[in-house]
């Protein structure tokens, strides 16, 4: 069997498109929704990450900023362009853009962003509501992974779900909106890290396959069940002398062989990456009607 590639290009499309009469009834009211990007230092990934979240806020007639700092940048002055944003009225929504250089304690300062503002869903009032089935502002990634699934009607109820990855921003969120209660979740979920015992055999229990993992084509079609859906976080950079660039992007997942064995697959890139971006836009729209009303 190959498995049907989930074109995550095309569900984010569709996310946008919805989002295009949100901004028009927010703007007969006078507002425009407006996202801000904290970029510190000069991360070639994370500049592209950035420049794009702008280039797609611009597309969708939505306010962007960007604003560029040094590495040298120090927790007090970040957490003072943090306060500044929190009462800049034309942003609904900004995020600090990961990594950050090492003076800076990252989890002290997502503290300090207003709940309200918190596009990215990372701070302990947001989490905390999500855990509780009640988030506004869920994380983008993990919540782009349900869409996904829900966009191609694949149910999640009853069903035995294995996250690779603990990490806060998409193992452990992605595994907690699995477990809620409810339409696209319902699910028996069970995470699994570096330190899992028998992650093969963990793995192939899974009818649907989450990997976060950060490692090039760790999934291999050894670890996954006939008729799986798997959903592929990871992007890695591998060398390509044969490209423009010498590198290409890959996923977590063994693409060539696992698409052999499971019934849906995502690629990379094109399948939760554009989500990221999507469900980004998504928050800021819902931040600037919550602040509105
Ligand atoms: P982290 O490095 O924070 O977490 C990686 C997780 O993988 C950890 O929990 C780690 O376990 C686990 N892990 C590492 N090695 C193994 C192993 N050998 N066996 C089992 N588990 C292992 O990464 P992120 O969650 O931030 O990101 C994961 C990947 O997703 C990356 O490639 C990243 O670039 C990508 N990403 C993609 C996004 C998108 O929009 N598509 C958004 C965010 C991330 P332990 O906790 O024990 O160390």
């Not at 560029?68 to 609904?92: M, W």
């Not at 109820?157 to 969120?173: D, L, M």
């Not at 052999?260 to 836009?281: F, R």
Request: proline residues 6%; hydrophobic residues 40%.
């Amino acid at each position: 069997m190959s498995a049907k590639i989930i074109d995550g290009k095309e569900v984010a499309k569709s996310i946008k498109l919805s989002l295009k009469p949100r901004i028009a009834a927010l703007k007969e009211k006078g507002i425009v929704p407006g996202l801000a990007a904290v970029l510190v230092g000069d991360n070639p990934a994370s500049q592209t990450y950035v420049n794009s979240k702008a280039k797609a806020c611009d597309r969708l007639g939505m306010y962007s900023e960007v604003i560029r700092q040094p590495a040298s940048l120090s927790q007090e002055e970040l957490v003072e362009i943090i306060e500044s944003l929190n009462a800049n009225p034309k942003i609904h929504g900004f995020l600090v853009q990961s990594p950050l250089p090492e003076q800076i304690d990252e989890p002290e300062i997502t503290v300090h962003i207003s709940p309200e503002k918190d596009v990215d869903g990372f701070h302990p009032f947001n989490v905390g509501q999500m855990l509780i089935g009640r988030g506004k502002l869920l994380p983008c990634t993990p919540h782009g992974i349900i869409k996904l699934l829900e966009y191609y009607d694949i149910s999640t109820e009853g069903k035995e779900a294995v996250v690779v990855g603990r990490s806060n921003i998409v193992g452990k969120p992605v595994a907690a909106l699995l477990m809620q209660k409810g339409k696209m979740a319902n699910a028996t979920v069970t995470i699994a890290h570096s330190r899992t015992s028998n992650l093969s055999e963990v793995c192939k229990r899974a009818d649907i396959l989450i990997a976060a993992i950060g490692r090039p084509n760790f999934i291999s079609a050894d670890m996954v069940k006939e008729g799986a859906v798997v959903i592929d976080v990871g992007i890695n950079r591998v060398d390509d002398p044969d490209t423009e660039k010498g590198y290409r992007l890959v996923g977590d997942v063994d693409f060539e062989a696992v698409k052999e064995k499971a019934s849906y697959i995502t690629p990379v890139p094109g399948g939760v990456g554009p989500m990221t971006i999507a469900m980004l836009l998504s928050n800021t729209v819902t931040a600037a009607e919550n602040i509105g009303s």
